[in-house]
DNA sequence: CATTTCACCTGGTGGC
DNA sequence: TGCCACCAGGTGAAAT
């Protein structure tokens, strides 16, 4: 379900509603997938933290925490710095993950894999009925903070995006889908910006122009920005930590359109497979 | 090494 | 109503 735009908007909300709280009771569920540190050991490290903030790094989200009286006892004033992040908890929320921030009494969904009771009076739910999704405990005494393998798209420049493609042979299309290249582009936004940019999504990426390329680079912004405006993209069950849809559907041109008129030119949008993944396009726009 | 394919899961949809 | 095939926002291991 959810790239870039859906991820930074499940932050953003999460962390609005929860920084600042801190952790005092944590269920885990007994379906191992979703745990890359072991579910019991997840649950001892976060009991009692503080959450510091909550982010987005590529598609992960990440919470970092500190101890448990860093938030209590000594409320922040407006010249202290913020506590030392000790630990980090990261969400990736795989195909179909959700992030919630509930009332403790509110219905568990099905799928539920980990509930944080927080002393603010709320919960901090992940539900991911796939079970695509991961959970990650960080100690950060024995581990490095997570950084993601590739670049960020909403920051990478034209020199450092060239850079990434030069001498690629793999359709553009999968160069944009893998994640050691650029963090946090999906199937919806590897689309909807190549048609933006007016590139067919099988060209080898090694061949295109630097033109193309800034072409590119400028449409994927632009895209990720402005479904970030919108809430993301809800084209089944996506929501956001409070639930709601977002609305970036409304604006994709070719994502899941196939059969449909072109709304540039008209022309019947193309559904082909790239790299194992639906690719839609328009024959006559892209080139 | 770079690239491609497939398995991992549940659930929704549409054809018969 | 049931059964089946196919599809879905991601990723990482295995094969090529």
């Known amino acids: 379900m959810p790239e870039l735009p859906e991820v930074e908007t499940v932050a953003r909300g999460v962390h609005q509603r929860v920084h600042g709280d801190r952790i005092v009771e944590v269920w885990v569920g007994r379906h191992p997938e979703p745990f890359k540190t072991p579910p019991a050991s997840m649950a001892k490290g976060l009991e009692g933290r503080a959450i510091l903030s909550v982010r987005r790094l590529g598609k992960h989200i990440v919470c970092e925490l500190g101890t448990a009286a860093s938030n209590r006892t000594a409320p922040r004033r407006a010249r202290t710095p913020s506590p ?6 990261i969400v990736h929320l795989g195909m179909t993950g959700r992030l919630l921030v509930t009332t403790p009494d509110a219905p568990v969904a ?14 901090l739910r992940f539900v991911d009925p ?9 100690d950060l005494r024995r581990s490095k903070p ?15 995006f060239a850079a990434l493609f030069r001498k690629r042979k793999l359709p553009v299309k999968a160069a944009l889908l893998n994640q050691a290249l650029l963090s946090g582009v999906g199937n919806i936004y590897a689309d909807e910006s190549l048609f933006r940019a ?6 080898s990426v090694g061949r295109l122009s630097r033109a193309e390329l800034e072409r590119l680079r400028r449409a994927l912004g632009e895209v990720l920005r402005q479904a970030i405006s919108l809430g993301g993209s809800s084209v089944s069950d996506y929501v956001d930590a409070n639930g709601v849809r977002g609305f970036f559907q409304l604006e994709h041109r070719v994502y899941q359109r196939t059969g449909e008129p072109c709304r540039v030119c008209g ?3 193309q559904r082909i497979v790239v790299g194992g993944r639906s690719t839609h396009y328009c024959p006559a726009c892209q080139r």
């Open 267 to 269: 022309a019947p949008i």
């Open 84 to 89: 030392q992040p000790e630990a980090q908890w």
């Open 198 to 203: 007016g590139i067919r999504p099988r060209r």
């Open 130 to 138: 796939r079970r695509f999704g991961r959970l990650e405990w960080r």
């Open 110 to 123: 099905a799928h539920t894999h980990a509930r944080l009771t927080l002393a603010g009076g709320r919960e």
């Open 146 to 160: 997570f950084t993601p393998p590739g670049a960020e798209p909403l920051e990478i420049d034209s020199e450092e």
